[in-house]
């Protein structure tokens, strides 16, 4: 084992360590239009990436203030590392811009529930771990 080899395997269980939220990453199946109740659901998740532990902080302090239609949203940015070990799909579909990550569990109770939206996504053969950026438009 090389010096990097062991430098990255110890890397990737420190990073791990820190993992102590529990999320899902897929991509969203079409809405679906409910005639009884006159919502639109969201409709079955297309693929499902990854469930499993994660970490998700915030990216930066700062939030950013736009409009959409009528209404005014707030996008704070995260990212979210999962382990590197992660293998894909078997289809071999890769995340992207507009997938979905749900934080299921968390032991900040605020972070629980919380959707968020991929931006990008970053691979690296030398990462610690599988990073994520994903917004929060809330």
Same mark, same amino acid.
């Given at each position: *084992? ?15 360590? =820190? *993992? ?18 006159? %919502? ?19 990216? %930066? ?11 005014? =949203?707030?996008?704070? %940015?995260?990212? /979210? ?6 293998? =894909? ?29 991929? %931006?990008?996504? =970053? ?8 990073? /994520? ?6």
């Amino acid at each position: *084992m090389t010096a990097l080899d062991a430098a990255l395997v110890s890397g990737r269980r420190e990073a791990e360590a =820190l *993992m102590v939220d529990t999320i899902t990453l897929y991509r969203p199946g079409a809405d679906i239009f409910d005639r009884d109740t006159g %919502q639109t659901i969201p409709g079955p998740p297309v693929v499902t990436f990854y469930t499993g532990k994660a970490r998700v902080k915030p990216a %930066q302090l700062a939030v950013s203030e736009v409009q959409a239609g009528e209404q005014e =949203l707030r996008l704070r %940015q995260y990212r /979210i590392t999962i382990p590197q070990s992660t293998p =894909l799909p078997t289809s071999g579909e890769r995340p992207r811009p507009g997938d979905v990550v749900d934080v299921t569990a968390s032991p900040d109770a605020r972070l629980a529930g919380v959707r968020l939206w991929v %931006q990008s996504v =970053l691979e690296s053969a030398t990462a610690t771990a599988w990073r /994520i950026i994903a917004e929060d438009r809330s």
